[in-house]
């Protein structure tokens, strides 16, 4: 069965409650071992809605996210799922121009929140070459790898999500962020 999540064209307000409310309508529960989602949303939500939507269901121990950019408003959410317990632990991956940003960027301070954050929450964040996409859940219902086309911040368009439980996935790129993380 396929659904297309599609918003109409107007502005639409960052709300993590209303994303995860579209990707509960897409998918009922967590992925089991022999599931798979693949989603395509128009813009109707993010990686964090995702990110949202499993802490509802299983405490997460351990996340490592590899993005681009980490947005503000995200990364406030991740704080408020970290306070009340949801979020245990968090290893950002993120693209050089995060650190390097350009003045706009700089203007908004996206790196220097997300060292705050990382700092007070005893998080931690690699800066690499980096572009890919990749989210990474060590949860009390096992380990889940969601592959995308999304950062984490608030501008999503066009993206596509692939959404698994699946270890041995979850293991080979924990390995692989583990090796750049270990290269600095």
Known sequence: MVHIVKQKKKSIK???VRESRLIENLIEKLPDDDTVYKIVSFGGFSSIGFVNYIAAQAKIRKMEVSTLRVGKKHLKVLDVL???GKLNYVHFLVGSIM????????KYGYFDSLKTV???????????????????????????VIETSSNLNENPKMEQFSFEKNEELYDMYHGIFDEVRHMR
Do not use: P, R
């Open 14 to 16: 960052f709300n993590v």
């Open 82 to 84: 970290h306070k009340k």
């Open 118 to 144: 990382c700092d007070a929450n005893g998080w931690d964040v690699t800066v690499y070459t980096n572009h890919s996409k990749v989210l990474l859940f060590d949860t009390e219902l096992g380990k889940f």
């Open 99 to 106: 650190s390097n940003d350009s003045k706009v960027g700089q």
